[in-house]
């Protein structure tokens, strides 16, 4: 038998991929939308409509299940995003403003604080890639994620980013969880 994928196998696979990447992008939007509705302001809509509160936060509801749930499937790409993040943390610190926005000045000691709570998260975002990951793990993530979008208004706002060294703990915790999970007895004795 040969060890060489057949074109129906390969035309599959391509399939689940891009449906793949199609899901995942229908997420973000679903993000987007719910960020913009939970948080946004009259000015972020057309005339005539307006912010609802309730739907922006049923929505990052649902897409946070959504991450929670399915977060088995995208770990392997979580340390190559995080990998990003420390670039994206890096630059900040070195230019002193947000990478994608020049005129919003970041102050270098909040930038050196995201900079070591990222490439910590980064550190440890190889430990999940190689284990399934059980519900601490994924509430941990889930609370990582959602810290990125609240610090990054705490980073503007010229204050010390609170919400990602609490997104940063957590993840620690969930690693440490693990540890202690994985090695009882050796944990005992040391």
Not at 24 to 31: E, I, S, T, Y
Not at 33 to 62: C, K, M, Q
Not at 96 to 106: E, K, T
Request: overall charge positive; proline content about 4%; hydrophobic content about 55%.
């Amino acid at each position: 038998m040969s060890k060489q994928a057949t074109t129906k196998e390969q035309v599959s696979s391509g399939f689940r991929r891009a449906g793949g990447w199609l899901l995942g992008c229908a997420w973000f939007a679903l993000v987007i939308w719910g960020i913009i509705n939970a948080f946004g302001t009259d000015a972020n809509f057309s005339e005539g409509r307006h912010p609802s509160r309730v739907l922006g936060y049923a929505l990052l509801s649902i897409a946070g299940f959504i991450f929670a749930a399915t977060a088995n499937r995208w770990k392997r790409v979580f340390p190559g995003i995080m990998l990003a993040a420390t670039l994206g943390a890096l630059l900040e610190l070195e230019q002193g403003h947000a990478v994608n926005n020049p005129s919003v000045l970041i102050p270098h000691w909040i930038a050196l604080v995201q900079l070591v709570v990222i490439a910590c998260v980064t550190a440890l975002s190889f430990t999940f890639k190689k284990r399934p990951l059980n519900f601490v793990d994924r509430i941990a993530l889930l609370a990582f994620a959602a810290s990125i979008l609240v610090g990054g208004d705490e980073a503007t706002r010229h204050e010390l980013p609170l919400a990602l060294i609490v997104g940063g703990v957590c993840v620690l915790a969930a690693w440490a969880f693990d540890r202690l999970q994985r090695n009882p007895e050796t944990n005992a004795t040391a």
